[in-house]
């Protein structure tokens, strides 16, 4: 691996347009993305009437996500990320286009549509490793913290309005819907890959093969305490406390609410995530970052415990908005170590490596979930998996001192970057 490149650069090479434009493209195309899930997961619905259909739409988008993340991130290291980036979201915006071509064809075969997205899957699964790496260049290092927040800030208010918004949408036809993604997509698409900023020394390194690329990529992981901790402990903590997949069964049969009241209770984790992401946008986190981190999970094993024993709707709301804004300290913190930490020509490598334990994380979550609920039933499955949790952060507490011991963010930054 060659030696890390320094960050710094002239302040004036940073445009605070180029920062705005990133954070308007990728709230577009989050909004675009949770309208297009609900529009594809509500026509398959009313195609097949099965559920089982339905597990199928997130099957096929995380088989390629899952294969393409890695190269992806090798990708990303090798060239322009705005133009990686821009690409995936301009492939987004055409496989919206092609749902609704299938509309206007009236198909009413699901293979159609689940061919779309295996492509849908793929081009996100280049998205995640350029986008994630981008915004590094777009400001300077001192900035990079409060960017983070409010980066997340702008995913997270997009994955609040982006469902309801693709509910309205809805009630005007599918291929209305699926215009209006593809639109959004490419406006997206055309902002990223115009983007400014600083852009690396040249090109990485091309001696070594693709596949020695991203084992590199791993290795570097792997050989920083600091970073394979906070990966694994995002990781593991959300694959225990995955109490979000089972909130349909929790209004039907425990609350007793309805789908209003499950609407509400999805809602409660992004608005949570939400406030904290524009707390830390308006004032970054100072010290302690590595206790905080620790801290938080807790928080997370422990509201998710709260929350399944409750019987209470309202303290169920107020417990899952605590759950979404502990977790969304330590996505900040976690994003920010791996941001900081990372040199420049391994940002694309170790984002792909990060967004592959996210996407696990996810969906083995949810998959752990209904397990468990089968074996153990509904309310002990939640608490098994809090309990889990909080054994998760006590044992890397002592795995990882490095990552608990870590004060000011700035701090875990390579020696050249500081």
């Not at 609704?100 to 995640?128: D, K, N």
């Not at 791993?218 to 600091?226: D, E, G, N």
Request: charged content about 10%.
């Amino acid at each position: 691996m060659g030696e890390a490149q320094p960050i710094a650069a002239p302040e004036a090479i940073y445009r605070p347009r180029d920062f705005r434009f990133f954070i308007a493209g990728r709230f577009l195309s989050t909004v675009g993305m949770q309208v297009q899930s609900v529009a594809i997961g509500w026509q398959i619905y009313a195609i097949t009437h099965s559920t089982l259909a339905l597990g199928f739409v997130g099957l096929f988008q995380f088989v390629p996500m899952f294969l393409c993340t890695l190269p992806a991130g090798e990708i990303s290291d090798r060239f322009d990320q705005r133009k990686v980036f821009g690409a995936s979201l301009a492939v987004q915006g055409f496989c919206s286009g092609l749902f609704l071509l299938l509309t206007l064809l009236q198909v009413t075969a699901v293979g159609p549509f689940y061919a779309v997205l295996l492509l849908f899957g793929a081009a996100r699964g280049f998205s995640g490793p350029s986008g994630s790496s981008l915004i590094a260049f777009l400001v300077p290092a001192r900035k990079l913290p409060q960017s983070l927040a409010a980066s997340s800030s702008a995913f997270t208010t997009g994955v609040i309005a982006g469902p309801a918004l693709g509910g309205f949408l809805y009630a005007a036809g599918p291929d209305f819907t699926y215009a209006v993604c593809a639109a959004v997509y490419l406006a997206a698409a055309v902002i990223m890959a115009t983007l400014g900023g600083r852009r690396r020394d040249g090109e990485a390194p091309g001696e070594a093969s693709r596949l020695a690329r991203v084992i590199e990529g791993i290795r570097f992981v792997r050989a920083r305490p600091v970073v394979l901790g906070a990966i694994s402990l995002d990781l593991f903590a959300v694959l225990l406390g995955g109490a979000v997949a089972l909130l349909p069964a929790y209004a039907r049969d425990i609350l007793h609410v309805g789908p209003v009241g499950l609407g509400f209770l999805r809602s409660a984790p992004a608005v949570g995530s939400a406030v904290v992401a524009l707390t830390f946008a308006r004032w970054p986190l100072g010290r302690h970052a590595g206790a905080a981190m620790f801290a938080c999970v807790a928080i997370f094993g422990a509201a998710t415990i709260v929350f399944g024993v409750s019987e209470n709707f309202y303290l169920s709301l107020a417990v899952l908005l605590i759950l979404g804004a502990a977790d969304m300290v330590s996505v900040f913190i976690r994003s920010a170590l791996i941001q900081i930490a990372t040199p420049d020509v391994m940002r694309g490598r170790v984002s792909a490596v990060n967004m592959l334990f996210i996407g696990a994380s996810n969906e083995l979550g949810e998959f752990e979930s209904g397990i468990t609920a089968a074996w153990f039933g509904l309310v002990p499955a939640v608490v098994i998996g809090g309990i889990g949790t909080l054994l998760v952060v006590a044992l890397w507490m002592r795995l990882f001192p490095a990552l608990r011991r870590v004060d000011r963010l700035s701090s875990v930054a390579p020696p050249a970057q500081r």
